[in-house]
């Protein structure tokens, strides 16, 4: 049997001959990137191997090779996921609380105990809150006697080194083995990360008596060790419906500790949605708003008075730089902000102030989005040959648009960009016809999500993800997945009234809506 | 006419096709028409070879998937007039039962390959989405199809696909049709590991795969 070495990480493997490279990294738990799932057409899970360069999910291993792997390890430190978002006010009503009798303390979850301590601990009562992305993991500890938020971190989704998209991972997670990996691999990472956070904020997990799980369907599934197969079948029935308590045995926080699901609206739009709803108290505005989290799933709620419809989109990796040729996560290196001023110079923003080695999502709209306002793209998405531009060269025979030398854009990806902004697009103009609304008619869009923040509502309308007339009325509301979970966990009164709120919100299923498929080609459109 | 005349015609069809203009192609039909040209061969050269060239442009990403839908409909429309000028009635191409395997709702990519393969000159009865594999393999044997074109969009039905060649093998039918798959997870190796019998990767490649099994079975047949 062959044998790999992966000289970075230090590790070997013997495996059987034909084996991928891939194949191999994942027994050994190495990350590399797979949005493409292994098909050989991304390009991010590039090794070296001697002087050459292939990529790992092609090349089969048929002799003793030595591989080095592009060092990720530093990805995690300077990956930009925002913890934080709006919020609404409430008042402190823990679920969990805790009373000294004189000699033990007993803590309690609504009106029963839990379990008792010894001493008085009732001082030291603290929460978390975990935002399960698809792609990031977002935890944060919270003082359930003060309502304060000590300490937080973010990291990436280690789920993702198995499968990436959603729908890759309920399929590995279709039998019990691969859920059980799935589930492992979110614990092992949550646990570490209560473990630096805590230590951080200087309290002991013994004193973490809940968890609330905001994240998408898919992700709780898999969160709470539920076969998520039927997600991804028609008619995507979700087998959990959130507003319910888990034990939290796996998790290292206090032995009588509990996970709380908030309500979960459909297949495709999970707690995370309803914590937003929550935190944006959308059920409670006169106004009419459009709440969008931008991501791979594009969920968006629309509130007329009061009365909620919601759906989502599949938008696809993009906005995350996927399936983009120099795309790539907001992390040290990518371009986050690009504009053309009127002499036709331009002015860009890497982050970490480092050279440009790529384009993150907000990059990209803020690109394409300045070049459509310019003529330089066209309203079918073609480059056009009538304006020029500094940096609109050819590359292979073929049109790119050059930031820098190194990092550019291709036609196929502005492809990519109105696949995903189409879907968004499509799935707004379904909702407003779904409610009898006319896009005037929206008061106030509020763009959420960690992604979300960092994008500028001049892209958003220029390469017409919104519409022209959501001009000026556009917010950038954060992590509301967070912070709705937070309020979960301050305000146990919270919990019944998004369960009503949840079970009244219209669903709308846009595959089974006969006009979708006109609407989404209109919509690819600049 | 000429024949270098004719062929002139021919190519601005096939230009009209590839700049989806769909006023100048019927116009053009019209005069093939009129004057009493090779209408068959206007349909095969003209208008398949504007449809090829939309394909090469649409690989490249310099079309994108409206100017599919442009040309198919300009592809349509010039084909309806061109074939009043043919001597006998058209031969259809062959017959395709086609549609998205049961478990995925996902139909856009499907119905532009249906679309594609209907403006190539295919006969096509397409069975809408979440389709059974008892449906496929019934509606195949009823409507005496050559071909069974089944397509999904998501990782979790791709298995699914296997069930309809498997029936096929279980009701003893797996030599009556051809099965081609498609979609945005499928690849080739996928296409193998069923045994399915062909694999394409767009709508222009669809029409291309089909072209080619369809003269290889024809050739078979003779």
């Known amino acids: 049997m062959p044998e790999i070495i992966f000289a970075n990480e230090q590790k070997t493997l013997s495996v059987t001959n034909g084996t991928t490279v891939l194949e191999a990294a994942r027994q050994l738990g190495i990350v590399l990137e797979t949005p493409c799932n292994g098909m050989g057409t991304c390009g991010k899970c590039k090794i070296k191997i001697g002087s050459d360069y292939f990529l790992a999910c092609q090349k089969n291993i048929t002799e003793n090779i030595t591989v080095f792997t592009e060092n990720k390890e530093n990805e995690n430190k300077t990956l930009q996921i925002l913890s934080g978002g709006q919020s609404c006010s409430c008042q402190l009503k823990p679920f969990i609380s805790k009373q000294f009798d004189g000699e033990k303390t007993v803590v309690y979850g609504g009106n029963s105990a839990l379990g008792t301590e010894s001493g008085d601990t009732s001082k030291s009562c603290y929460g978390i809150t975990v935002d399960i992305g698809t792609t990031t993991l977002v935890v944060a500890i919270i003082n359930l006697s003060s309502g304060k938020e000590i300490v937080s971190e973010s990291r990436l989704n280690p789920q993702s080194t198995y499968a990436q998209d959603v729908l890759s991972r309920i399929h590995f997670a279709s039998n019990h083995e691969g859920l059980n990996v799935l589930q492992n691999v979110l614990i092992d990472a949550l646990n570490e990360m209560i473990g630096t956070l805590s230590e951080k904020a200087k309290i002991s997990t013994k004193n973490i008596y809940e968890i609330v799980y905001s994240g998408n369907t898919a992700m709780l599934h898999l969160a709470c060790g539920i076969d998520p197969k039927p997600l991804g079948q028609y008619p995507y029935l979700s087998q959990i419906h959130g507003g319910e308590y888990f034990t939290a045995l796996k998790l290292n926080i206090s032995p009588f500790g509990v996970i709380y699901l908030p309500p979960i609206i459909s297949a495709f739009v999970g707690a995370d949605i309803t914590s937003g709803i929550l935190a944006s108290q959308l059920y409670e505005q006169k ?23 919601a759906t989502s989109t599949a938008a696809g990796p993009a906005f995350e730089g996927m399936n983009i040729t120099c795309g790539m996560r907001a992390g040290n290196g990518a371009v986050e902000r690009f504009c053309i001023n009127n002499d036709g110079s331009i002015d860009y923003q890497v982050i970490g102030g480092t050279r440009a080695t790529g384009i993150c999502g907000s990059g990209l709209l803020d690109i394409t989005g300045e070049l459509v306002r310019q003529g330089i793209i066209g309203k079918s998405g ?23 030398d190194d990092v550019y854009l291709t036609q196929n990806d502005v492809r990519q960009i109105q696949l995903a902004k189409g879907a968004v697009r499509s799935g707004i103009e379904s ?3 779904k409610m009898n609304l006319k896009k005037e008619e929206v008061n106030r869009i509020e763009i959420a999500g960690s992604f979300g923040y960092h994008l500028n509502e001049k892209s958003l309308l220029s390469i017409g993800l919104l519409p022209p007339e959501f001009e000026g009325k556009v917010t950038f509301v954060g992590n509301t997945a967070q912070s709705g979970g937070t309020a979960f966990l301050l305000n146990v ?21 006969e006009n979708f498929e006109k609407i989404f080609v209109a919509s690819l459109g600049f | 006419m000429t024949e270098l005349t004719q062929q002139q015609f021919f190519e601005q069809l096939s230009q009209a096709v590839v700049d989806q203009d769909e006023t100048l192609a019927e116009k053009i039909a019209t005069i093939i028409v009129r004057n009493g040209l090779d209408c068959a061969k206007a349909i095969e050269t003209g208008l398949g070879g504007g449809m090829a060239k939309v394909g090469q442009l649409y690989e490249t ?24 000028g043919l001597l ?25 390959v249906a679309l594609f393969l209907n403006s190539a000159g295919y006969e096509v009865l397409d069975l809408g989405k979440d389709v059974s594999a008892h449906l496929f393999v019934d509606e195949a044997v009823k409507w005496n199809a050559d071909i069974i074109a089944v397509s999904t969009l998501m990782t979790t039905t791709m298995k699914n696909i296997k069930e309809v060649i498997d029936l096929l093998v279980a009701e003893n039918k797996r030599n009556r049709f051809r099965v081609m798959v498609g979609g945005k997870p499928i690849s080739h190796d996928f296409a193998t590991k069923i045994k399915a019998d062909g694999y394409a990767n767009n709508a222009v490649q669809a029409v291309k795969l089909l072209d080619d099994t369809i003269s290889k079975l024809r050739r078979n047949e003779r």
């Open chain 1, 382 to 404: 073609r480059f056009t040959s009538q304006k020029t531009i500094d940096g609109l060269r050819e590359k292979d025979g073929k049109k790119v648009f050059f930031v820098t």
């Open chain 1, 493 to 513: 009164d919270f919990r019944t009234k998004m369960l009503n709120v949840a079970s009244e919100i219209q669903k709308i299923e846009l595959a089974n809506n």
């Open chain 1, 431 to 433: 909702l407003l016809m």
């Open chain 2, 61 to 84: 990403g310099e079309y994108f998937i409206p100017d599919l839908l442009v040309c198919a409909d300009t592809v349509q429309n010039a084909a309806a007039i061109l074939r009043t």
């Open chain 2, 88 to 112: 006998q009635n058209p031969l259809s191409k062959g017959r395709v039962v086609l549609g998205t395997i049961f478990g995925d709702t996902h139909d856009i990519g499907k119905n532009i």
């Open chain 1, 287 to 309: 106004e009419t708003i459009l709440f969008i989290d931008i991501g791979t799933n594009g969920e968006m709620v629309l509130a007329k008075n009061g009365a909620l419809a």
